[in-house]
């Protein structure tokens, strides 16, 4: 051997036993840890593997599932069965299991659509290997039902919020301003009730539903006094307009009974009565309306600008979004963190009042100065409770007595404190479902929940957990979890949506409403207690307490 091949070998063997030792000091401790974050070569080498790992048949792969109702909820209730645990029920990760594996469990929501449907079945099927992805040995339907869900996850808020310097510094436009680049979004907005809830007549002249010419003792006004007409679905009440004040007109039409009644708020009712005279024509809807009712509305003009709940009600003002349309010069509530996106709601669909009023001499029951991205509880206060009190806007246990009170419910639910958003089940850009909702009967409460699933529940189908037939009435989830005990209008209830099953026994002890007795009105509250302690798998501490 001579001596520079000698000295080389040396150097080799230097190199290895200091890159061992380094590796040993330095690398090995903690290697095995699933704590640290993959570094970025690590990511993009596994990544460029992952997608060439699929043969090119197998990416070409369509579903073979049209986007059903029945195989939407199939699908969710596998994603929850067998995903949920890692992925959450929304497919952000967000999960004990998700943000502490190595490799992280992926953002579903920004992943799936870079996925053929063919790719995302063979990852389902085969899993990946050297991660937490295993092999699921399920029927193939099955699987395209939970790629078909995939392309349907709930949406749900992001956990934080940033708003730049450029939204809080734009001014408000219209929402005519957003119809050029969102034209599909922005025709199905205008069929929205939400676009539609003020409407002046002499501009839509079937704005208003009952015949005027027909004689009522409650009706003491023409059309010819009717400045706007508030309302369709419930209930329609009409403003006249005085100088630059509107004022509620004394007479309101009951769209489900198809009948005139009174409209005076009573004594006994809003706690801003007192603040106003009796008469109609000293309260405003400014004060008491009209923040809700508009986007951006001046309280020293008494104008907004626009009426109704526009694009920017929700997204903020969008003068800088229009001139250069990029994400970050505008508000996305799906991108702010889950109580300032459900407080885009909230702020209206709520009672309460302001925490400094009066402001300007003048009692308002709205948000005043509240703008998307502030934070609302330092503009508005819901109302206060205390409990086992009846009063005219809370049951006893807290459930909301009157309608315009789903904020006020929502905030004591477990989906609120979970993370869920209204605009999870609700898309404020409207559609074909009856109160804008995502999907209809349980197939909506089926994209998160499913039998025996992280989230129940717990049960092996639902017709088990309700002791009902399954197209029943009594296997409808609101009919159990959102009972229609909210008044709007005389006998005319709305949803509760505390989300809470309410047990016979709260009726007993509070006066409460319960949902069997809701549906079975011809059966006593001690009947519903007795069919219930004959369902073995409730808990009898919870049906009683």
């Not at 029927?139 to 808020?157: D, G, M, N, S, Y």
């Not at 708003?163 to 680049?181: L, N, R, T, W, Y």
């Not at 009948?259 to 400014?286: C, E, I, S």
Request: aromatic share 10%; glycine share 6%.
């Amino acid at each position: 051997m001579t001596r520079r091949l000698a000295v080389a070998l040396a150097v080799v063997v230097a190199l290895i036993v200091g890159a061992g030792g380094y590796f040993y000091q330095f690398v090995l401790p903690g290697f095995s840890s699933a704590r640290a974050n993959p570094p970025a070569v690590e990511v993009a080498l596994a990544t460029w593997m992952l997608r060439h790992s699929v043969p090119a048949e197998d990416a070409k792969r369509a579903n073979p599932l049209a986007p059903d109702e029945a195989d939407m909820a199939a699908g969710a209730s596998l994603f929850q069965a067998k995903c949920a645990t890692c992925h959450g029920f929304d497919g952000r990760g967000h999960t004990m299991i998700g943000e502490n594996v190595y490799p992280r469990v992926p953002a579903l929501r920004e992943l799936a659509p870079t996925l053929t449907d063919g790719q995302a079945f063979t990852y389902i099927r085969d899993g990946i290997r050297n991660t937490a992805m295993p092999a699921w040995s399920l029927p193939e339907q099955q699987i395209w039902q939970i790629v078909l869900f995939l392309r349907h996850l709930p949406k749900t808020a992001a956990p934080a919020s940033e708003i730049s310097a450029s939204v809080a510094d734009a001014h408000f436009v219209g929402s005519a301003a957003c119809q050029s680049c969102h034209k599909e979004v922005y025709a199905r907005w205008r069929e929205t009730r939400m676009a539609n809830v003020v409407r002046d007549p002499r501009v839509h002249p079937d704005a208003i539903i009952p015949d005027f010419s027909k004689p009522d003792p409650v009706l003491t006004f023409t059309t010819n006094d009717v400045a706007f007409v508030y309302g369709s679905r419930w209930k329609q009440r009409y403003f006249t307009k005085r100088g630059d004040d509107y004022f509620p007109l004394p007479a309101q039409w009951d769209v489900t009974n198809k009948r005139w009644l009174p409209y005076h708020v009573p004594d006994n009712a809003d706690w801003w009565v007192p603040f106003y005279p009796k008469d109609n024509m000293q309260r405003p809807t400014g004060p008491l309306c009209d923040g809700c009712h508009s986007v951006n509305y001046d309280i020293k003009t008494k104008t907004p600008t626009e009426w109704n709940v526009g694009c920017e009600a929700c997204h903020g003002a969008g003068s800088a979004h229009a001139a250069h349309p990029v994400k970050a010069n505008i508000i996305n509530p799906a991108r702010l963190d889950h109580v300032a996106a459900s407080d885009t709601c909230i702020r209206c669909h709520s009672q309460g009042r302001p925490p400094n009023n009066p402001i300007d001499g003048k009692y308002y029951d709205w948000p005043v100065g509240f703008q998307q991205g502030a934070r609302l509880a330092d503009f508005w206060r819901l109302e206060e409770h205390s409990p086992g009190e009846l009063t005219f806007t809370h049951f006893p246990d807290g459930t909301a007595h009157k309608n315009r009170m789903q904020g006020n419910d929502f905030v004591q639910s477990l989906m609120y404190r979970r993370g869920v958003t209204c605009f999870t089940c609700h898309d404020p850009h409207g559609g074909g479902n009856v109160a804008m909702l995502r999907a209809t009967g349980n197939a909506l409460c089926l994209t998160c929940h499913g039998p025996n699933a992280q989230t129940g529940p717990f049960a092996a189908s639902i017709e088990a957990h309700t002791h009902h037939k399954p197209d029943s009435k009594g296997s409808e989830c609101v009919a159990c979890h959102m009972p229609k005990i909210e008044e709007t209008l005389g006998d005319v209830k709305v949803h509760a949506h505390t989300f809470r099953f309410i047990p016979p026994s709260e009726t007993e002890k509070l006066g409460v409403p319960n949902p069997c007795n809701v549906c079975h009105a011809d059966k006593s509250v001690a009947w519903a207690k007795q069919s219930l302690s004959t369902w073995r798998e409730r808990s009898p501490w919870r049906m009683e307490n």
